[in-house]
Each structure stands twice: as structure tokens, then as C-alpha cells.
């Protein structure tokens, strides 16, 4: 029997030697005769190579033999990457990759291993490691795929480091895919390994985005191993503990609906197709893990908001047009910024259930939707708008920051349309916080997503980046202006109209807590 288990050790060694080097040895040779792109083919060897981690735990019966390949490979990649000490060793098919990004690779893979392998099959400290890394292998190697072919429209820069809306939105949805498929099949329950893959996957992105110099390879890994770790420990060492805490009706509704308007939003106009990628998976989280109460929110927000930028669009257009992005599509970012703060909380309610997430989701929506009917519909007015922090001021049509009596009214119902559309949500629930004390909720999430909104213009007359056009001296969120790079003019650099946006929801989203604390604290 020991001989039988040292055999498929072995056996199982010299299949991963073989398979891995004849990757490399392919792909090394397509590059060779110029049938790969660099990129893509450091990308082609990250995915197949990195899917050899599935099979260990059917091929290894310890931990040692679990080690060897990934140990070894250390030192190959080391040996083989751009940063070589030895510059004849150094591949063709990743010498356009970051210096040490390979190298990375493998030590993450090494760690995981090291942490977490276990040599049963099924053990759910392997799901640890493979929820972690799969979305480095495909998410990450698909993301770099598609946003070199379609992202140059969507292309942002961070660190110095060139990335794409559409780019990253693959990686997000790649990344729910894969670990899915994969967790299901290691005996996770289906709607558990959804969970888990929503969680992994807007992880994975957020961590992409902001990681430097190939260090994505390490620290996608690292922050999803984390965060499943603790997650598992919190659960009594087992994922499907979570099963009864989840409605499988909402959730494959939720998919559904997402997906409809999601796939309409794209046909009229609406968003962009990251941002679409966007909103379909938001809103798998926040309505299929918050319920009823928070995808009534969640799409009274999405729908009206969307109705009212291109109502009467041609009469508003010279005012909007001096927005940083005017009442164009919307893309991935705009659609993350409204989204962040609930889809957190979804994620969060799900591990420690309270009401006190539903109500931060509700501010946040609310404070979204005031803003938009604000800008949208007060671009309307007859009248000349005031100075948000100087009202007894007149502002110029069109000025950041600028409020009217038109849009103030219209910020005021926007947020009451997101409280009422909760409470209607909520009748479709068993247990809802909207069904207790109805009417003081109510009035909270208005009255808090109606002063989120306000902050929203206080911020952009006070710390939002301004520029001023020099051909016609307008001053304008825009880098660029009458076909001319645009002055720097008041505010703080790095602070834009996203996250001028952002902070009103945060401030949206603490005023409801802290009411309803308030209340509670008292009554």
C-alpha cells in the first residue's frame, strides 16, 4: 500500500514535470516564430499552468510531494524571468511581463500549499487554496487577454501601470466562474460556491486594480486566503454552514434580472459594457444576497437613474456637457462607486447577520439616487442655481457643486423613492427591518440620503479638483475643454467627481446608522 502511494507520488511528479514544461516549450516556440504576442503568451502559460494546483490533492499523499513542483519552480522562474541573473536563460514568451511577476507566481502558489494542502480529496482547506489562486491563474490571465484586445477605450492609469475598465470587469466575472465550477465540484454547495465566488471575485479585482509591478501575483492570493481563512474559522471550519442563511429563489432571481437588464442597459445606451458587467454582477449581490427590500433599492436606483439622464437630454446638455462625464453611458467605475458600500454590506450580512446593513445599503442607495435626480433634473431650471455652501450666492448654470430649488425638490424625492421602494421590497419578505417602525425608517433613509446628496455639492465647491479652460476661462471637471488640455484651477489633485461621489454616500450611509442607533439607543 505505501509502495502503491510512493508510485502515484511520483507518477504524479513526473506527469506535472512533463505537462508543465511542454507548456512552456510550446508556448516558448509559438513566440519564437512570432504566432503569440508577448502578453498573451505569458498569459496563455499562466492559465494552463496554473490549473495543475486542482489535481494535487488526487495525486499527492503528503505534503512534501505537494511541494516539489511549486519549490522548484521558484527557482525556474527566477531563473527564466525578465530579472534574470542569467541573461540566456530568460524566456522569450515572458520577457514583456513584469520583471519578477512570474516569480511571484510561484511563491504564492509555494505559500498556499505550505498553509492550507491537505491530502484528502475533498478537504475544505483546499477550496482555501484554490478560491485563492484560480482567480490569479484565469481571472487575471483572461482580464490581461481581453484588455489588450477591447479595453484602449476604457484605459486607466494607476501606479504608473496601465489598466482597463473592461480588463477588469473580465476578471471579475472569470473569477466568479471559475471558483464556482471548481468549489462545486469539491462537494461546496452550489449556492454556497456562488457566494464564495462573488466574494473571491470582487476581492480579486479591487486587489488588481490597485496592485503595482506584478505584485497582483502575490497579493491576490495572499488577500483572498486571508479572508477565506477567517471566513472558514468563523464558520466552524465548514463553507456550507452558510447554505441555510442563503434564499436560493432571490439569488437565481437575482441572476435572472441582472442579466435582462444588464443586457438591455447595453442595447439603449445606457452603460457601457464593462459597466454593464458591472451592474449584473452588483446586482447578483446586493439583491440576491440582501433580499427583497435591498434589490427593490438597488434597481429603484438603477432604473430611475438611468430614465432621468436621458430625459430631455438635448435641452440639458449644454450644462451637463461641462461634467467630468456628462449624461453619456455610464461606465464600471460610476456603477462601483454607487455600488461599493452595499455590495460590502451584502457581503458582510451574510458572515454577521444585522439589520444595521440594511439600513447603511438604503442610506448609500438613497444618497445615490438624490444626486442623480439632483444633477438630472436641476440641470431643468429656468432659474440661475446657488452656491451650495454660500446659497445667498448665485452660481453660474453648470458650475460643480452649484443646487436650485428644482434640484434640490427632485434630491429630496429621489431619496424618498429609494425608503419607499425598500419598504414595498420588503412586503416580499418574511422578517424585514421595513416592517417595524415603518414610518421613522423611512424618514431617516429620505432625510440621510437627502443630506449625503447636499454634502455631494459641498464637497465639489470645496475639495474636488477644478479645472479652468484657457481658450474660453470656463471652469469645468474636465481635463479637457474647447479641444485644449485644461488648467489646474482650485481643489485637491487626486480628488475627482468619482470620488466627490463616493464620500457623499459615505456620509449618506453613516447618518442612517447612526439615526437609527439613535433611535433604538432611546426608544
Known amino acids: 500500500m505505501a509502495m502503491n502511494s510512493l508510485t502515484l507520488n511520483i507518477l504524479g511528479l513526473v506527469i506535472l514535470f512533463i505537462f508543465v514544461f511542454s507548456v512552456l516549450a510550446t508556448v516558448e516556440i509559438l513566440k519564437i516564430k512570432q504566432l503569440l504576442e508577448g502578453k498573451t503568451s505569458r498569459k496563455v502559460i499562466h492559465i494552463l499552468v496554473g490549473n495543475v494546483v486542482i489535481v494535487f490533492p488526487f495525486v499527492f499523499s503528503n505534503l512534501w510531494f505537494a511541494l516539489v513542483g511549486p519549490l522548484f519552480f521558484v527557482l525556474f522562474t527566477y531563473l527564466t524571468c525578465p530579472g534574470s541573473p542569467i541573461k540566456k536563460f530568460r524566456l522569450k514568451s515572458v520577457e514583456e511581463g513584469h520583471t519578477y511577476g512570474t516569480v511571484f507566481y510561484a511563491i504564492s502558489l509555494t505559500i498556499l500549499v505550505v498553509l492550507f494542502f491537505e491530502p484528502e480529496h475533498f478537504n475544505q482547506k483546499n477550496v482555501i487554496i484554490f478560491a485563492s489562486f484560480l482567480p490569479l491563474v484565469w481571472g487575471d490571465g483572461i482580464s490581461a487577454v481581453i484588455g489588450l484586445k477591447y479595453g484602449k477605450k476604457g484605459e486607466f492609469t494607476i501606479f504608473k501601470d496601465k489598466k482597463s475598465l473592461i480588463g477588469s470587469w473580465s476578471l471579475a466575472i472569470s473569477s466568479l466562474v471559475v471558483v464556482t465550477i471548481i468549489l462545486t465540484f469539491f462537494q461546496i454547495n452550489f449556492f454556497v460556491s456562488l457566494y464564495i465566488g462573488l466574494l473571491i471575485a470582487f476581492i480579486s479585482t479591487i486587489i488588481e486594480v490597485v496592485s503595482p509591478k506584478g505584485l497582483d501575483n502575490i497579493t491576490i492570493p495572499a488577500v483572498n486566503a486571508l479572508v477565506l481563512y477567517l471566513m472558514f474559522k468563523s464558520l466552524n471550519n465548514n463553507f456550507n ?17 441582472s442579466f435582462v437588464i444588464a443586457a438591455a442597459s447595453i442595447s439603449v445606451k ?27 433599492m438597488y434597481f429603484a436606483f438603477f432604473l430611475i437613474g438611468s430614465l432621468t439622464t436621458f430625459f430631455k437630454k438635448k435641452e440639458k446638455s449644454d450644462i451637463t456637457k461641462e461634467f467630468e462625464k456628462g449624461s453619456t453611458a455610464r461606465d464600471s467605475i460610476q456603477a462601483s462607486v454607487n455600488s461599493f458600500i452595499p455590495v460590502i454590506a451584502a457581503l458582510l450580512n451574510l458572515i454577521f447577520p444585522s439589520h444595521f446593513f440594511t439600513v447603511i445599503t438604503a442610506g448609500a442607495l438613497a444618497t445615490s439616487l438624490s444626486d442623480t435626480l439632483a444633477t438630472e433634473i436641476g440641470s431643468l431650471s429656468k432659474k440661475n442655481p446657488r452656491e451650495a455652501i454660500r446659497p445667498w450666492k448665485e452660481a453660474k ?123 433604538e439607543l432611546l426608544y
Not at 245 to 255: D, G, P
Not at 273 to 278: E, K, Q, R, T, Y
Open 270 to 296: 445606457a452603460l457601457t459594457w464593462d459597466g454593464a458587467l458591472a451592474g449584473f454582477f452588483f446586482g447578483i449581490v446586493i439583491f440576491g444576497l440582501g433580499g427583497w427590500s435591498w434589490g427593490a
Open 397 to 519: 448654470k453648470g458650475s460643480p457643486g452649484a443646487i436650485s430649488i428644482l434640484g434640490t425638490s427632485a434630491s429630496l424625492l429621489g431619496a424618498g423613492i429609494i425608503a419607499i421602494a425598500g419598504w414595498i421590497g420588503s412586503l416580499f419578505e418574511k422578517t424585514s427591518l421595513f416592517q417595524n417602525n415603518t414610518a421613522i425608517l423611512l424618514l431617516i433613509i429620505t432625510f440621510s440620503g437627502f443630506i449625503g446628496a447636499y454634502f455631494d455639492s459641498v464637497f465639489a465647491e470645496t475639495v474636488q479638483c477644478l479645472n479652468k479652460c484657457s481658450i474660453c476661462g470656463k471652469i469645468t471637471e474636465k481635463t479637457y475643454h474647447c479641444e485644449t488640455k485644461t488648467e489646474y484651477f482650485r481643489g485637491i489633485k487626486f480628488i475627482k467627481n468619482d470620488l466627490v461621489n463616493l464620500l457623499s454616500i459615505t456620509v449618506g450611509s453613516v447618518l442612517s446608522i447612526t439615526f437609527v442607533f439613535l433611535v
Open 241 to 257: 454552514t452558510l447554505e441555510e442563511r442563503i434564499s436560493k429563489t432571490t439569488i437565481l432571481i437575482a441572476l435572472c434580472l
